[in-house]
């Protein structure tokens, strides 16, 4: 068994993150190999955070729905109950990286505003 959403999710951040890490990447790949459709495919691929945001959740309610139709009896119901608590966490991750990164541009923002109006430039037009 393999936690198809969490390898998935870390190649979307390595695209993300610019991350060349041959090693983690091939790792990920294998674990997904046969794997590789629907929201695990676009979650994978995903080149923006939204993009991560978006096919994360999808992925989310695909496991939430394989949870529920699993016999609790099953040997495999407590590992897919784990995944599950495991990609929540890492949603929760992936919002909090998001948020991270829009204060870091609104800092950058409020530093420029704050340069122009300590240092004004005139306009030559």
């Given at each position: 068994m393999s936690c198809y959403e969490?390898?998935?999710?870390r190649l979307g951040l390595m695209n993300v993150l610019g991350t060349e890490d041959s090693h983690a990447r091939d790792h990920a790949e294998n674990e997904l190999e046969g794997h590789l459709e629907g929201p695990i495919e676009a979650?994978?691929?995903?080149?923006?955070l939204a993009a991560i945001e978006r096919h994360l959740d999808a992925a989310l309610v695909d496991l939430e729905a394989t949870v529920a139709?699993?016999?609790?009896?099953?040997?495999?119901?407590?590992?897919l109950r784990g995944r599950l608590v495991a990609v929540r966490d890492a949603e929760r991750s992936v919002r909090r990286l998001r948020v991270q990164g829009e204060d870091v541009l609104d800092g950058l923002g409020e530093a420029h505003?704050?340069?122009h109006e300590t240092?004004?430039?005139e306009d030559d037009a």
């Open positions: 969490l390898e998935a999710l979650l994978a691929g995903a080149d923006s139709e699993t016999d609790a009896h099953d040997p495999e119901y407590d590992y505003d704050v340069l240092f004004p430039v």
